[in-house]
């Protein structure tokens, strides 16, 4: 064999590697050890442990993936999404159980994120926030402190109070009518009667949402413009084409689609219309399976990530 076709192989085999790495990661919702990394790829791609990492060295000098720190040293984490989108990520998860002030939220990812200043962490949180992904809620009554959920303020939280006072009052008074014999069913009539009279009430109904099953009211090029725009915020790569997860952008762009099956078909209608392309989910390919919520199946094949046309 002579030297032409000996770097021809050796450069075959190394796109090879990259492109089983990058497929592996892509799978993965957060950074990973590199240990784990290199025991989900395929046996021929798994070479010796100590040649693993300086094998990784250009696609990460490429900006292809990225280490992380991971609290020990020499030992990284690695992942295919820039560092911005690891910072967003720790956010929205520290926000996905229920809202939580600034302070609480720096708790909880103070120690993944030591290496980043307060203002850099600041400045990635007030993006967020500028996006759309991260919502401000109303001080409670009573309260000084703000918060911040991954989701819309949602009025029943602040009206559990009022609501339980309310219970108590409507039970006193169903209790009284029952002690001269009237049924406490025909007290409970009234006091919903008198709720749905109310002018508040009256404008919630004339104002009251379609229901949940109908779809988003416009078209697919708009629909389009606005996946995109979540994509790139994700990863600005996706621009390019670049890969986005399933699970990343359904939680992005779940204010269009009150259930998951209206996400599903409309990620189905624009790959079959040519706009985007859907990527194959390969179990053989993940360290762990993923949960449902993170892929997108037609009927026939899964689907665990989505790039542009």
């Known amino acids: 064999m002579d030297d032409s076709t000996a770097r021809a192989d050796s450069s075959a085999d190394n796109t090879a590697f990259k492109d089983v790495v990058l497929a ?3 799978l993965q919702p957060q950074p990973i050890s590199i240990t784990r990394l290199r025991s989900s790829l395929p046996p021929p791609f798994r070479g010796k442990p100590a040649a693993f990492k300086p094998q990784l060295d250009s696609l990460v000098d490429s900006g292809r993936i990225w280490f992380f720190p991971s609290g020990k040293p020499d030992q990284p984490l690695v992942w295919d999404r820039s560092p911005a989108v690891y910072v967003e990520n720790l956010i929205l998860a520290a926000l996905a159980k229920k809202p939580l002030t600034l302070r609480e939220v720096e708790t909880k990812t103070n120690a993944k994120l030591k290496h980043l200043s307060p203002a850099e962490r600041n400045h990635v949180f007030d993006k967020l926030v500028a996006d759309g992904r991260v919502f401000p809620w109303p001080k409670k009554p009573g309260t000084k402190t703000e918060k911040f959920g991954s989701t819309p303020p949602d009025p029943v939280e602040y009206l559990a109070s009022a609501l339980k006072a309310l219970r108590t009052a409507v039970a006193k008074v169903a209790a009284a009518f029952s002690d001269v014999g009237i049924d406490p069913a025909e007290t409970h009539a009234a006091a919903l009667a ?6 508040w009430a009256l404008q919630a109904a004339g104002k009251r949402k379609p229901a949940i099953h109908s779809s988003p009211p416009i078209d697919d090029e708009q629909l389009l413009g606005l996946i995109a725009d979540h994509m790139a915020a994700i990863d600005p790569r996706s621009r390019r084409g670049a890969p986005v997860l399933i699970g990343d952008l359904r939680s992005a762009v779940a204010f269009l689609f009150p259930t998951p099956p209206q996400f599903d078909a409309a990620l189905v209608r624009l790959e ?3 706009r985007v392309s859907l ?8 360290a762990e399976p993923l949960d449902p919520s993170r892929l997108v199946t037609d009927g026939h094949k899964t689907y665990s990530g989505v790039s542009l046309r």
């Not at 990527?279 to 993940?286: E, G």
């Open 272 to 274: 079959r219309s040519g």
């Open 194 to 199: 008198a709720i749905h009279s109310e002018p």
């Open 279 to 286: 990527l194959r989910y390969d179990p053989a390919l993940a």
């Open 24 to 26: 592996a990661l892509a």
